[in-house]
């Protein structure tokens, strides 16, 4: 096997945003693109060889010919053993749990996450460390920076590895392991949940619906929740993994899956709904008529952690990040866990589960996860949502009014204007920035501002500080507004402005959420002045 150093040129565009690399396809197609980002992220490691390295991803667009540059620079780079899911596919979640089992180095997960697929779609790579967990702020930042300068990467010839077949064969020094997708995380989901519980459940006539949106959970999904949970057959939708997920935006939400919201209204309403994302971390709670707001997910989920025996020797903190009501803080004061506070994205939450402070977290983009994995998890959402209804007999409705009438109702909603003019959206949170001394004491309508900052994390395992995390407003009464660059996007810029306010009076717990924050809608825009530096007076997105 010859192993042959290829001359290359730095890509300038290689940086890492919330979640890894995001790029249109177009761009990840040119040549030297992949190679030269893999070899990257290889030269910013030390001490990988020998080791396995887990592949895989959510089958959009291009995974399978990344996937074949990816073994040949991993054979190259001295890798002992490469374990890759059947057909290039597994789940985050999926591939972040076969990561520690298989004590592998690290994992190399190509996904876009929510972005559409498709060819004229998006593409991703992200690099998870041997704890599961994405890679720490300072790892990332490396890697961003070997891609300015690197000048060659290490490859081999070797024909297309077969990854439909599963098996084992030997390149060189190096293992090429072709896995089954599903059947590691099937087995791990059984030692969290009691699935002979969630079984009696469907077997009283429980129904369900469970939305792939024709992404990556699809086969973890039918196999879990219709094989091994006895859901109906047909309660997993649009199951098969498509490379342009049939058109759809596979982003779980009221507003790229209206279909499922629409059903859910509808006279064939299942007692339960749930959807997941393009790479199975997200996930989305209904019942008939009624949406669970992952703020709130979150929060229930802590108020029952203590019941799953899994959790019951590792139940500390929780963690949220900061745009995510504080609905979860005050089930956590009840029950006495401590609660941080943590920048938006996954691997701020690394760093806390690893040293065992938090047992839980979560963020109100419809991601949740716990110490069982260091990625989000969706399908474990769902298992955990479908436990607690099976424990309570309670309806998804009624288990939310019961956290707003244990702790009152904090309404929240993220609105995001998508496709911005990048120069103008950047101007807008530098201006905003500097007048956020002038802003502490003004009044809006009533609304009066407390506190104004720009939101600054030091991790308190690490010490490693990040800055500049989302403009914050407060105001007197509690309610708050959160301003934000969102970092996954592929081209343009993405604001987020994310809404909470607090209700305690029972009789406001069934309020319109979108009329209930309005006035803070219109602050928002008066502060940022919104409409003149983006031209926009609407969010694309209402979430
Ligand atoms: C978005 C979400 C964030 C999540 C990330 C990856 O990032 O807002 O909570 O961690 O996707 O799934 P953003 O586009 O806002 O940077
Ligand atoms: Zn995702």
């Known amino acids: 096997m010859d192993i042959k150093a290829v001359k290359t040129t730095p890509f300038q565009d290689q940086i890492l945003g919330t979640s890894g690399l995001r790029k249109k396809v177009s761009v990840v197609r040119q040549t030297h693109y992949i190679e030269n980002f893999v070899q990257s992220i290889f030269d910013s490691l030390d001490g990988f060889e020998g080791k396995t390295l887990v592949i895989g991803g959510d089958g959009r667009f291009y995974n399978s010919q990344a996937i074949q540059m ?123 949940f009691d699935f002979n519980l969630i079984r009696s459940l469907f077997r009283q006539g429980f129904t369900m619906t469970f939305d792939s949106m024709n992404a990556v959970t699809g086969p973890y999904a039918k196999y879990i929740f219709e094989t091994l949970l006895g859901a109906a057959e047909g309660s997993v939708i649009r199951a098969t993994p498509l490379p342009d997920f049939g058109g759809v935006h596979p982003e779980p939400n009221l507003t790229y899956n209206k279909s499922l919201v629409d059903f859910m209204k509808s006279d064939q309403a299942t007692d339960f709904a749930a959807a997941s994302d393009g790479d199975g971390d997200r996930y989305m709670i209904l019942g008939p008529s ?13 108020g029952y ?80 949502w479908l436990t607690i209804l099976a424990k309570t007999g309670l309806s998804v409705q009624r288990v939310n009014e019961e956290l707003w009438h244990a702790y009152g109702r904090i309404y929240t909603s993220t609105h995001s204007y998508e496709d911005l003019d990048s ?81 305690g009076d029972p009789k406001d717990f069934s309020r319109d959420v979108q009329e209930v924050i309005e006035p803070l809608v219109t602050i928002s825009k008066d502060v940022s002045d919104l409409k003149a530096l983006t031209g926009r007076e609407y969010p694309t997105v209402i979430t």
């Not at 009624?290 to 802590?302: G, H, K, T, Y």
């Not at 959790?311 to 504080?326: D, E, H, K, L, N």
């Not at 995390?469 to 969102?486: A, K, N, P, T, Y």
């Open 70 to 192: 990816i073994i040949k620079i991993a054979v190259a780079n001295q890798f002992g053993r490469l374990v890759i899911g059947q057909n290039g596919i597994l789940s985050t979640p999926a591939a972040s749990h076969l990561i520690v089992k298989k004590q592998a180095f690290g994992g190399i997960i190509l996904s876009a996450s929510h972005n559409p697929g498709g060819s004229d779609g998006d593409f991703g790579i992200k690099y998870d460390i041997e704890t599961g967990a994405p890679a720490p702020q300072t790892l990332a930042d490396a890697i961003s920076a070997r891609t300015k300068n690197i000048d060659r990467y290490w490859t081999i010839d070797l024909p297309e590895i077969d990854l439909s077949r599963i098996g084992e064969q030997t390149v060189g020094s190096t293992v090429i392991e072709v896995i089954d997708s599903v059947s590691d995380y099937a087995l791990y989901m059984q030692e969290i």
């Open 290 to 302: 009624f949406f669970v707001n992952p703020s709130d997910s979150l929060a229930i989920l802590a």
């Open 305 to 384: 952690m203590d019941q799953i025996p899994f959790y019951a020797s590792s139940m500390s903190g929780v963690a949220r990040s900061m745009p995510t009501s504080a609905a979860v803080d005050m089930v956590a004061r009840q029950k006495g866990f401590p609660v941080f506070e943590t920048p938006t994205g996954w691997k701020f939450f690394g760093s806390l589960l690893g040293a065992r402070k938090i047992a839980l977290c979560g963020e109100e983009s419809f991601g949740a996860g716990s110490s069982h994995l260091y990625e989000k998890d969706g399908i474990w959402a769902v298992l955990f």
């Open 423 to 503: 120069a103008k959206a950047k101007l807008l949170m530098e201006q905003l920035r500097s007048s956020l001394p002038t802003l502490p004491q003004k009044e809006y309508n009533g609304f009066k501002i407390k506190e104004a900052f720009d939101f600054s994390y030091t991790d308190p395992i690490t010490g490693d500080v990040a800055d500049k995390q989302g403009i914050c407003l407060v105001f007197e009464d509690h309610s708050r507004i959160v301003m934000r660059l969102s970092g996954t996007g592929s081209s343009g810029a993405t604001l987020r402005v994310y809404y909470n306010r607090f209700m």
